[in-house]
């Protein structure tokens, strides 16, 4: 019922405003302060320890080899530019990553890696099944309830300069589940499950966003155990070691300060305060996790939520980075050293725990950055962000570290996706895939290896957002957006950033490409739920930008 009646003051505000009966109040701050009274919250309780389920306490005497630990780190909205590995870094270079730098050092780096799309959760789909969307329907991102109107109806009452406004469809709307049903489908087979069967214990701490209802949730998915962010915030906005900022010229970052909560939940149970910060949060009961399993395989899913909005540091981080202007990119950039400090600690503590040679570690991000953040070098030299499926918003970092396998210093120049973690995970640890289930992606393990090669049908990546789909086959890749009945096409051997559309000049190629996306299209399901928001994102500059006629931009369904 209080949701409900929430719902209906939410309509009711938004009327009163679009009849200007309170155009002397400000319309998005009314519509915020609505947002952050949005029904009843689920009572947050203070912090508990986690009793995490405790393996043998001495390894079983096998015979032969134990298969490999596996720990999978996830981060989330990475710009490939954030890490010192590839040359880069945060502000000029002032904040490396080390310790993600080492990881990829001793391992095996992806040089052409790419998302399974340019928003997180069909990736994270993807990643966890080795399906693209067309096997799963999992299509698009999922929102908490109420996001998409009231982004549109914020950004959308912004200085545009032109841009077009932002489209909201309240009968696609309608038509879709709730959130918490909005999920991958329970018949799905993921990694975790193929694990399981194969004796893994395995566990997943942080954002998940596969959906939270019977099914979909992720001990209904093959985990063993879940330690869930609940919401969104990493610290609580007044904590007094917390510094925030705020992002004035973003809808998303606007709703998500009015709606988030600290928060999180461990196998599906209430929600209680994590206890710290949640980069270092996750971190601390990962350590514990790998103690307790230290004597039989585990699976270890850690899904962090840096440096996703709303952006937060700890003051420690903020002071370290030292003084970094804007304010927004000290605090991101703080942010980056939480996260290669996680990375550090969970390689430190497999080494303390003897269990470091025999332990696979893949470190990679959801997409690439988003413009939204109003941070121009995050995706450097690549154009494009989060939301938008050019290189800079699906070139992502994918490195691989097993020492007993894996030759440190291994490069592999062949493209490579999401789709190809879960059959490359399955094949680490000897598990089967599941019969009748057609699996997209490819084993990398014997090109990280230097054992073989990696050959794919037509040599095709395939990504697709309703009417904006992609493929990139050998070095040409072409995207097309059935909106604006506009395609993009780039040689990307001679051309990596995507300067130079081709579309009008190799025709030829342009129609064999087509085909490929056709072909790819053809037989698929339908997505699970209707997309409800069209967004158009400029591709040359970030949100905090002002749009002149011309710019590029494109239009994202979700």
């Not at 490999?68 to 010192?84: A, R, W």
């Not at 395609?487 to 300067?499: H, I, M």
Request: proline fraction near 7%.
């Amino acid at each position: 019922m209080g949701k409900r009646v929430a719902i209906i003051g939410l309509a009711v505000v938004i009327g009163l405003v679009g009849l200007g009966l309170l155009g002397w109040m400000n319309r998005s701050a009314l519509i915020l302060f609505a947002v952050s009274n949005f029904g009843p919250d689920p009572e947050i309780a203070e912090t508990r320890a986690i009793e995490w389920q405790q393996g043998p306490a001495a390894s079983p005497d096998l015979q032969g080899e134990r298969p490999p630990n596996i720990v999978f780190i996830l981060l989330d909205d990475l710009g490939i530019n954030d890490l010192s590995t590839f040359g880069g870094g945060v502000a000029d270079g002032r904040v490396p990553t080390p310790h993600i730098d080492r990881l990829a050092a001793e391992g095996a780096i992806f040089t052409q890696a790419y998302s399974g799309t340019g928003t997180c959760a069909p990736s994270r789909a993807m990643l966890m099944t080795g399906r693209y969307p067309t096997r799963t329907g999992f299509e698009f991102t999922p929102v908490p309830p109420g996001m998409g109107r009231v982004v549109s109806l914020v950004g959308n009452a912004m200085e545009r300069g032109g841009l077009p406004d932002i489209d909201y469809d309240a009968e696609r709307a309608a038509l879709s589940p709730d959130y918490e049903g909005q999920g991958l489908p329970g018949d799905e087979v993921t990694i975790a499950e193929m694990l399981k069967a194969q004796g893994y214990h395995t566990v997943h701490i942080g954002k998940w966003h596969l959906g939270r209802g019977e099914t979909s949730r992720p001990t209904a998915q093959g985990f063993d155990e879940s330690l869930l962010m609940a919401s969104g915030l990493f610290l609580q906005e007044d904590d007094p070691d917390v510094v925030n900022a705020r992002l004035d010229f973003d809808p998303i970052d606007k709703f998500l300060w009015a709606r988030m909560r600290y928060a999180a939940s461990y196998n599906s149970g209430d929600w209680f305060r994590p206890g710290g910060y949640l980069t270092d949060y996750w971190t601390d009961e990962s350590l514990k996790v790998i103690e307790a399993n230290r004597h039989r395989p585990f699976f270890l899913y850690l899904a962090h939520w840096g440096v996703h909005t709303p952006l937060q540091a700890t003051r420690e981080d903020y002071d370290a980075v030292g003084d970094i202007e804007p304010h927004r990119l000290r605090v991101y950039a703080a942010m980056l050293r939480a996260l290669d400090r996680s990375v550090g600690r969970i390689m430190q503590k497999l080494k303390e725990e003897g269990l470091d040679d025999n332990t696979l570690i893949v470190l990679s991000s959801d997409n690439g950055g988003a413009g939204y953040v109003g941070l121009p070098e995050i995706n450097a030299p690549y154009r494009g962000w989060k939301i938008t499926l050019f290189e800079g918003g699906i070139r992502v970092p994918l490195f691989m570290r097993w020492p007993q396998r894996i030759a440190p210093g291994t490069q592999v120049e062949t493209p490579v996706a999401h789709i190809d973690v879960t059959p490359t995970l399955a094949a680490a640890a000897g598990a089967a895939l599941p019969d009748g289930v057609a699996i997209d992606g490819l084993n990398l393990l014997p090109a990280a290896a230097g054992e073989a090669g990696i050959s794919r049908p037509d040599d095709a990546i395939f990504w697709q957002s309703g009417y904006y789909r992609v493929v990139r086959a050998g070095d040409w890749k072409l995207q097309y957006n059935g909106r604006q009945d506009r395609a993009w096409l780039y040689n990307l051997a001679t051309d990596p950033t995507e300067q130079t559309n081709l579309a009008d000049i190799e025709t030829s190629k342009r129609e064999e490409l087509m085909a490929l996306l056709d072909a790819h299209q053809a037989g698929a399901r339908d997505p699970l739920y209707p997309y409800t928001l069209e967004s158009p994102i400029m591709i040359d500059k970030t949100l905090a930008e002002t749009y002149a006629p011309g710019d590029d931009y494109v239009y994202w369904p979700n």
